[in-house]
């Protein structure tokens, strides 16, 4: 989808830093960073509103809802590390609805990890965390709700 950023730029024998404001649809965030040609990069971005039907594809796994964001990725050409802190309003996950939740995000040396999420889904509250091992295949998830109502739903 077509785009704006505003921002500036700066570029030396060393690095390229920046500071932009983005919107892409109804989506908007801004982000900051460095990329040094030797240490590798440090950005920061936050958004109040990512409007899931603003992205083209995600890891082509269909996404509704919208996303709450305020992180930092860095790394190098070697690895890449995420924290960031998330809240989604009626979300889906591959037509799995999770509902509006905050978690902590956090992804490195292939562990992705929501933690403390905290959630609601209809009248159902929830708590929990959720752990990916792209290493070895592996996912963990612990969960706990004082109040579930389970609705099943054929589409």
């Given amino acids: ?34 990329i040094s040609f030797k240490e590798g990069f440090n950005i920061n971005y936050e958004s109040e509103n990512v409007n899931f039907s603003d992205i083209e594809s995600l890891a082509d796994i269909p996404f509704a809802g919208s996303l709450k964001i305020n992180g930092n990725t860095k790394g190098d050409s070697s690895y890449g590390e995420i924290d960031a802190a998330i809240s ?3 979300a889906e996950i591959d037509r799995f609805r999770v509902g509006s939740f905050y978690s902590k995000l956090d992804y490195k040396s292939g562990h992705l990890s929501f933690n403390k999420i905290s959630g609601k889904l209809g009248k159902s509250d929830y708590t929990g965390d959720v752990a990916f091992d792209f290493n070895q295949g592996q996912i963990q998830a612990t969960a706990q709700s004082q109040n579930i109502l389970l609705t099943i739903q054929s589409r």
């Fill in 1 to 34: 989808k077509n785009g704006t950023a505003k921002g500036s730029l700066k570029l030396n024998k060393n690095e390229v830093s920046y500071t932009t404001d983005l919107k892409i649809g109804s989506s908007v965030g801004k982000s900051n960073g460095t």
């Fill in 88 to 90: 989604t309003q009626d």
